[in-house]
């Protein structure tokens, strides 16, 4: 019997601090995860990827592209369009959530997030349990 592949999340923040707290946290739900600092770095990689993350996190509030800029990208993308995606924010402000949501966010998180909250919002996601 072969065990399950490990499955994986792309992380996206400027904030580098940040972006290794959510790796840890994903660490503990047993992903494989890669760490992008900018929108832009994110699209070079997926583009020349051969394969796509299981699950996509991404930042609301960056320079240059933002969150809702890659949520809008990821969805138009023929390839990418059903890549489930987590948006999240030290923003909480409602027609930000609503926005991100209505865009193709499948969860919207505000900073800082707790464990409960991800493991919540990454079932939702991925529509299935985890572990």
């Known amino acids: ?5 490990v499955p994986s999340v792309f992380i996206v923040d ?25 929108a832009r770095e994110l699209a070079s990689h997926m ?10 996190v991404v930042d609301m509030s960056m320079p240059e592209v933002n969150g809702m800029d890659v949520v809008k990208w990821i969805r138009s993308s023929k390839r990418f369009k ?6 999240l924010s030290a ?3 409602p027609e930000l959530v609503n926005d991100a949501i209505a865009a193709g966010a499948n969860a919207y998180l505000f ?11 990454v079932k ?8």
């Open 82 to 87: 059903n890549l489930p995606i987590i948006v």
């Open 47 to 56: 583009l020349a990827a051969p394969s796509l993350p299981d699950l996509l």
């Open 111 to 121: 900073k800082p997030v707790l464990l409960e909250d991800l493991e919540a919002a």
């Open 1 to 5: 019997m072969q065990a399950n592949p």
């Open 91 to 93: 923003e909480i402000h």
């Open 14 to 38: 400027d904030d580098h601090e940040m972006a290794r707290a959510v790796k840890m946290l994903f660490r503990l739900l047993r992903f494989d995860g890669s760490v992008f600092h900018s």
């Open 124 to 131: 939702r996601a991925l529509g299935k349990t985890l572990h």
